[in-house]
């Protein structure tokens, strides 16, 4: 007798269709141009105005609100199969991710209307701005400063290292409202790049996705109405951590595509580069590097889909995420560099895929908290247990 459809059999047929459309957009149109992008740093706008029309921003924030409407694990898939073509491409995703995941739980309607919808379609571009000189990794450090005026706000300050800041419309500006306050006296800002006050930096050109835009941003007497703060006052520490283990997820899963590219071209490379009259994929110390990069895969891509299911269960999953990411990334380094040693001297030559995906891989350590940041949250909340 034929069992009728149940619930999980629709939620895996949507992400298996899902995760083919990502994949031929990614094989299709991504990685095709990675090499270019990474060369030129260019912002692909194409690129993302094309997943806008798809769909690919917004994974998980709600249907009535323009997005997809899926879960984390969803979003994870997405994150994996955009970044094995590309890295960059899948850094925006994550963003918008974040900044619409804000919008969606905190925004007026109004706001929303204003800066999600557009933003889900690519009409408008973000930038998310926390990191200042002493504020990295201790967000409390915090100093820009959003001051009560007569109409609404005063904004004074400077970001450095900010995603998207060079082309962004608007940013979405995590400032001090009351300096005596610590961490319950900050809020968030919604902040129009056409502004006077508002200064974006140029360009920084760093190690490893290129193509995804950082800069520093200069906030001068830049007067703000009432409607410009994110939810409410004092809260916006507190908002910005609410999203960091969706950015944890996030940054894992694109960890996990790099892993996944270094392996695919390591295979081709192994099974047709010969030394010594046979193919290299033949000796044993090239067949454990494979192994291993194989083994790391597999396990951090089990570990971000376990932390997106308790996160999609309605757990609480902040260590979880923690290790997802921290072992994702720490993996994406440590295996990157074995496909460039697979690949021997080609793998050191600019514009080769495993270069660059080995350049591409250490900002995965680093943003959306170090891997050292991750170590002692998983520590602290073992000790808080025991």
Sequence with gaps: MDQAPTIMDDLAQRRAMITDMVRDFATRNVRPRATELDEAESFPEDLYRSMG???????????????????CVTYAIVMEELS??????????????????????????EQRERYLSPLLSFER??????????????????????????????????KIWIHNAP????????????????????SIFLVDRDRPGYEAGPKEHKMGQRASQVGALTFDGVE?????????????????????????????????????????????????????????????AVQWMLADL?????????????????????????VQCSMAKCFAGDAAVEH?????????????????????L?????????YEGTNQIQRMIIARNLLADA
């Design 358 to 366: 080995y350049r591409d891989a250490k900002i995965t350590q680093i």
């Design 224 to 284: 703000l109405p009432e409607e410009a703060l994110l939810g409410e006052p004092g809260r916006g520490f507190h908002m910005m951590m609410s999203v960091l283990d969706k950015g944890r997820i996030g940054i894992g899963a694109l960890a996990v595509g790099i892993l996944e590219a270094a392996l695919a071209a390591s295979l081709d490379y192994a099974r047709t580069r010969k030394q010594f009259g046979n193919p290299i994929a033949e000796f044993q």
């Design 53 to 71: 029309e798809l769909g690919l921003f917004g994974i998980t924030v709600p249907q009535e609100h323009g997005g997809v409407g899926a879960d």
């Design 336 to 356: 990157t560099a074995n496909a460039v040693q697979i690949h021997g001297g080609i793998g050191y030559i600019r514009g080769t895929e495993v270069e660059r």
């Design 167 to 186: 082309v962004a419309d608007f940013a979405v500006v995590l400032a001090r409202t009351d300096p005596s306050a610590g961490k319950r006296g900050m």
């Design 125 to 158: 571009r973000c930038a998310y701005a926390i990191t200042e000189t002493e504020a990295g990794s201790d967000v409390s450090g915090v100093r820009t400063t959003a001051t009560r005026t007569q109409n609404g706000w005063r904004l004074d300050g400077n």
């Design 84 to 109: 094995r073509g590309y890295a960059s491409v899948a850094d925006q995703c994550g963003l918008i991710e974040l900044v619409a995941t804000l919008l969606t739980q905190h925004g007026t309607a």
């Design 294 to 318: 194989a083994k790391a895969t597999h396990a951090a891509r089990l570990m971000v889909r376990d932390a997106a299911e308790r996160m999609d269960r309605g757990e609480r999953a902040t």
